[in-house]
């Protein structure tokens, strides 16, 4: 590429171009033009020795913004000058934007809307789900046990080191931070009624939905939104099988019964690890910290665990269906629904534990 | 891709006429052998189409060429230069002169269409004032076909065909003399395939560039490929005019070639012989308005199809 890089001269009201009119080696030409003495009237290219689109597109815009004369083209370049000026239509880039406070109130109303189709299509597909109960009561050997205990695996089994040891820290953290608190009351020995109290009550469970909605519930969400994407659900249907029965139900099923069992297991590990903080930094001996355990956890503590974790378990798990569900389109979609899917889940998980504190007060279960 | 207007006065030197050499390649995915001991040139300004069965390695080979798919061994030359162990500003240089086109127009989600098509102008001439850039892009666009108002869309609101061409336009941006594509017709209808075929070869009468097809369609191999090469066995097992691969006598190509689909997609091309430039004309047409959905200004395209 010896030839020498674009370049023009201007000559009174003639243009000479000399050079390779190519994008590469335009340089600051385009500029130049932009600001000519006085507007030609002629274009003498017959020192252009190469021409591409764009450097036609330069010609082309001459010719239209102040009607020249062109001369000493070759007939390839004139042709490709004649093809661009075909393609020279008015163009818009991006597209058309609201003013920012219109903008702004539109997107309010979008959310709002959407959270309302969210929170009715919720409920519309509880329903569903439902009515499958119901069938599968009926008739109950369409029941899929394998995938049901296919599910145990993954949302029990393969959830137990990670939740273990997320509770046994949280254990040690909240007696560790309770006795730095009641020690200036010289109350220490209360660290044991912190821990186990809260634990059962509310840690445990609470912990333990994050972590199933976090682990679960998005992969719930991912693995139903691909098989839409993939026309898998839709390839179900035709077959006759109802995508609700093979794959909504079996992860309700195991997320409800699963997650009864995570939360007690998450409470006892927690009782664990605040157990082995009092024996160590407190000088409680394990004997001492099962003792008092038993005397100030009251049983409905342990109920209320055990009774708020299946619903927990079938929120996260029908959030995760639910949204899985309403993918479409592209890849992209998968990723928004798994997002929301974990959102919604713990969102509405705390929300409830908040009645159910309400609840479980009123009704005497302090 | 620029077209001499004189006779390049720097005599562009020996074996410059082939733009891509391939030459003893070896790929393979862990025992898996895709290629092996593969050669294949291409010639400066012409239409290679490269056929061969599902999973004989076309993509893999094209992702070799470009340099995404390191090969095992072996050597690519591509514009005279080896493409093995070169800095990151050589590799530079030489894709500012290619352009390509993926399956599935592979456009960035986040951007307009427009704004696709600038990325790679933006990229290689950062000096580019914003309106000249906007002007290539647009009229980039309206001669892929798409109408001009699809600039501003975003990929996700076009049609799979739109967003071929939308790839094209992106793949065509920077002026390239090489233009990689990867089953350009798949998944369009014959209208719009038809019409993508007559849109690459004018491209390619018009700018002189060097083509490298990847398709299965039989139409597009008569239509506008000079040569064919087939990928069987591992390797390059012919390459071509279609008549020469057909006095061949390996059993794949000629269940290829004389298959059913075969002798109709050649059939179809001696029909269309006939009423060839007037086809031509018609289609350009369609590349210009059908999409566009404006029929109000067709005059001006008149002279649409004779890219010649």
Known sequence: MTAPAADFTQDDRTLRFTGEWTLSRLGNVPARLEKLDGAPDTVDMSGVERIDTVGAWLVHRLRRDHDVRIEGASEKADDLIQKVGQVDRPFQIKPDELPSFQRSLARIGKSTITAGHTVVGLLAFFGETLIAVWQMILNPKRFRGNAVIRQFEVVGVDALAIVGLMSFLIGIVIAQQGAIQLRQFGAEVYTINLVGRLTFRELGVLMTAIMVAGRSGSAFAAQIGSMRLAEEVDAMRTLGLSPMESLVLPRVTAAILMMPVLAFYAAMMALIGGGLFSWFALNLPPVTFVARIREVVPMTDVYQGLIKAPVFGLIISMAGCFQGMQVEGSAESVGLRTTSAVVQSIFLVIVLDAFFAVFFASIGWI | ?308
């Open chain 2, 1 to 308: 891709m620029s077209v001499a207007v004189k006779a390049a006065p720097d005599a562009q030197a020996d074996g410059d006429d082939i733009v891509i050499r391939v030459h003893d390649l070896t790929n393979r995915f862990g025992a898996q052998v895709v290629h092996e001991h593969l050669d294949l040139d291409v010639r400066r300004g012409e239409i290679l189409g490269v056929v061969g069965g599902s999973g004989t390695g076309k993509s893999v080979l094209m992702r070799s060429i470009i340099g995404l798919q390191q090969p095992a061994s072996g050597e690519i030359d591509v514009f005279g230069e080896s493409m093995g162990d070169r800095t990151d500003a050589q590799a530079k240089e030489v894709r500012r002169r290619w352009g390509v086109l993926f399956q599935n127009g592979a456009l960035f989600s986040t951007l307009t269409v427009a704004e696709n098509v600038q990325v790679p102008i933006r990229e290689y001439y950062p000096a580019l004032d914003q309106v000249l850039l906007d002007e290539i892009a647009s009229y980039k666009i309206v001669a892929t076909g798409l109408p001009a108002e699809s600039s501003s869309k975003f990929p996700s609101e076009l049609s799979g065909g739109m967003r071929k061409r939308a790839g094209l336009a992106r793949a065509l941006a920077i002026d390239p003399e090489l233009l990689f594509l990867d089953e350009p017709t798949a998944g369009l209808d014959p209208i719009g395939a038809e019409a993508f075929d007559a849109l690459i070869k004018a491209l390619r009468d018009l700018l002189g560039l060097t083509v490298f097809l990847i398709t299965h369609d039989l139409d597009t191999l008569h239509a506008i490929c000079d040569r064919v090469a087939v990928l069987a066995d591992k390797r390059v097992v012919a390459v071509g005019t279609i008549e020469e691969l057909l006095a061949l006598d390996h059993p794949w190509i000629q269940e290829y070639f004389n298959g059913p689909r075969g002798r109709a997609a050649a059939q179809s091309k001696e029909r269309g012989m006939i009423a060839d430039e007037e086809r031509r004309a018609q289609l350009m047409a369609v590349n210009r308005e059908a999409m566009s959905g404006e029929i109000g200004a067709t005059e001006q395209n008149e002279d649409g199809g004779k890219a010649e």
